[in-house]
């Protein structure tokens, strides 16, 4: 295997993801290749030997890095635009991401500080899992700096936050909480999927560990499931590298290709993306029978300050609320033609979401209303589709459902 010849130069981001971490076998292929093997074989004993005490570099077993894995970990890395020591480990899934990083870094004793505002699987890992380790958490509101100061305790080792959140769009101020962090000795770690990597560099707002679930915008068409968790190989060396090497949340060589293809157009299509979701809030405040429309560009948003200070795009995802409560809900999204019903997003498809029955319904319904989740609130994922058309798709259903 050889590198690119492009590896060590600094290339403009767009080129970065077509060419960066690429490595050609010895047939020369344009494509970066699929390499779908369990193990490798040595040249000798010795050679195996010294590959394992890490004396020798090269592939052990797939569990451990595997060529394609590796070509999709660099590529995002350098999409990351992350800092001098910063590598990438990708997973099989984003809560496998997201779940190394706080139980593979933390030790029964310790405690951790969450914002409230979290996907279902994320909350169940701080909320229910850590606690049965010995893991202390607290969840608090993330848009309340106070909040943050006055959860911390002398055991906290770390900080947990997504922004923009998933479903209710609340930022989270990450310059201000990285700095609280550092100043207590805790590490944050930050959940980037809505955002995406294209408008948002959490490493540069003082984020110690990003994760992603890469089965989002990184792939973009619905086909694979993959994670991401991206840090200072100093934890990779400490805790993590060996949480990850040892408990097997690996990602397969056939869904690197396909996230690492996917790199490639992430850009255009993410851009594409959130220009659609941009005009399609300007069309859903003027809709009757919607309401609490939401997206983090939008000059309504309560932080749309505070979103455009660390985002360089409003991302892929509008919020509403349907007049009329649960079962005119159902009507609506029961109409649409165009835009399907799914529990995904970041899909080249725009998706239809009712987190009050789906992705957070194992939350007690207190805690959804505590949230902004309604019986009548959507999350919908812009794709890649003429806004014009999904408009019309959105007209169409609220006239249905009365």
């Known amino acids: 295997m050889s590198a690119s010849d492009t590896s060590n130069r600094k290339l403009r981001p767009a080129t970065r993801l077509v060419h960066g971490g690429t490595m050609r076998s010895q047939f020369g292929e344009t494509s970066e290749a699929m390499f779908l093997t369990q193990g490798f074989v040595y040249?000798?004993?010795?050679?195996?030997?010294?590959?394992f005490k890490g004396e020798q570099p090269g592939f052990v077993y797939s569990r451990f890095s595997n060529p394609t894995v590796a070509m999709f970990e660099e590529r995002l890395r350098l999409?990351?635009?992350?800092?001098?020591?910063?590598?990438?480990?990708?997973?099989?899934t984003g809560l496998a991401a997201i779940n190394?990083?706080?139980?593979?870094?933390?030790?029964?004793?310790?405690?951790?500080?969450?914002?409230?505002?979290?996907?279902?699987?994320?909350?169940?890992?701080?909320?229910?899992?850590?606690?049965?380790?010995?893991?202390?958490?607290?969840?608090?509101?993330?848009r309340d700096l106070r909040a943050w100061e006055a959860a911390v305790r002398p055991n906290t080792k770390a900080f947990f936050l997504e922004t923009p959140s998933n479903p209710t769009l609340e930022i989270c101020d990450l310059r201000a909480i990285s700095a609280l962090a550092r100043s207590v000795g805790a590490l944050l770690i930050v959940d980037n999927v809505f955002a995406s990597?294209?408008?948002?560099?959490?490493?540069?707002l003082g984020a110690d560990i990003v994760v992603y679930s890469a089965?989002?915008?990184?792939?973009?068409?619905?086909?694979?499931?993959?994670?991401?968790?991206?840090?200072?190989?100093?934890?990779?060396?400490?805790?993590?590298?060996v949480f990850l090497r040892n408990t097997g949340p690996t990602l397969s060589p056939f869904n690197a290709w396909v996230l690492l293809k996917g790199l490639e157009t992430i850009d255009l299509r993410v851009k594409a993306q959130a220009a659609g979701a941009e005009a399609l809030m300007g069309f859903l405040k003027g809709q009757k029978g919607v309401s609490n429309a939401r997206y983090p560009?939008?000059?309504?948003?309560?932080?749309?300050?505070?979103a455009k200070s660390q985002m360089s795009g409003g991302g892929t995802i509008v919020t509403f609320d349907g007049d009329g409560g649960r079962d005119r809900a159902f009507?609506?999204?029961?109409?649409?033609?165009?835009?399907?019903?799914?529990?995904?997003?970041?899909?080249?498809?725009?998706?239809?979401?009712h987190p009050d029955t789906t992705t957070h319904a194992r939350l007690p319904e207190v805690e959804r209303r505590m949230l902004g989740i309604t019986e009548g609130m959507f999350r919908l994922s812009v794709g890649l589709e003429d806004p014009e058309d999904l408009m019309d798709d959105i007209a169409r259903a609220l006239k249905a459902a009365g």
Do not use: W
């Open 43 to 51: 040249d000798s004993a010795e050679a195996a030997e010294a590959r």
């Open 79 to 92: 999409l990351e635009d992350a800092p001098e020591g910063v590598e990438c480990r990708a997973t099989a």
């Open 100 to 142: 190394a990083s706080i139980i593979g870094h933390l030790s029964a004793g310790d405690h951790v500080v969450s914002a409230r505002a979290l996907f279902g699987g994320c909350r169940y890992i701080v909320e229910e899992l850590a606690p049965r380790l010995g893991i202390a958490s607290t969840l608090i509101d993330g």
């Open 197 to 204: 990597p294209v408008f948002q560099k959490p490493f540069a």
């Open 215 to 241: 089965t989002k915008h990184m792939d973009g068409q619905g086909r694979v499931l993959g994670g991401a968790i991206l840090a200072h190989k100093d934890l990779f060396a400490d805790r993590l590298g």
């Open 297 to 306: 560009f939008d000059a309504g948003h309560p932080q749309v300050a505070l």
């Open 331 to 353: 009507r609506f999204a029961d109409a649409l033609e165009l835009i399907d019903i799914s529990n995904n997003l970041g899909d080249a498809k725009s998706l239809l979401t």
